[in-house]
């Protein structure tokens, strides 16, 4: 059974910075690696390093830390559970032309393209 970790970030905590120990639990929770998550946070390896050593992201990097933590936990409460919610966002979906909604969630607008898939699913729409 999977550990479910809450990924409920305040604003005041995102301008603050996200501690980047979450990248671990993000990578963990999703199934994914350390640079496939960086890369969708749009971080790359010489400014990781450094944000390792800082211990925080910035504000930027932290507000979408906080998109992907409401998007997996949104994920977890329409599908079910976490097992359920990391193989459908790593799965293609017609619905978003073949692409997978983690790949597609890493814009903000993409992300609200995923928004709107789950609600659908929720909500018994065929998509």
Same mark, same amino acid.
């Given at each position: 059974m999977a550990v479910?970790?809450?990924f409920d970030l305040t604003e005041d905590q995102v301008r603050a910075g996200v501690p980047v120990a979450i990248v671990a639990q993000l990578t963990s929770e999703l199934g994914v690696g350390t640079p496939a998550l960086l890369e969708w946070l749009q971080v790359a390896p010489r400014t990781w390093a450094r944000r390792k050593q800082a211990?925080?992201?910035d504000m930027l990097e932290s507000d979408r830390v906080a998109?992907?933590?409401?998007?997996?936990? #949104? %994920?977890r409460n329409v599908l079910g559970g976490p097992d359920e919610a990391r193989l459908w966002l790593a799965l293609p979906? #017609? %619905?978003l032309q073949g692409r997978s909604p983690f790949d597609v969630s890493a814009t903000e607008v993409g992300a609200e393209a995923v928004f709107d898939l789950l609600g659908r699913l929720e909500h018994g729409v065929f998509s």
């Open positions: 479910i970790i809450e211990g925080r992201f998109r992907l933590g409401r998007l997996v936990r #949104r %994920a979906n #017609r %619905a």
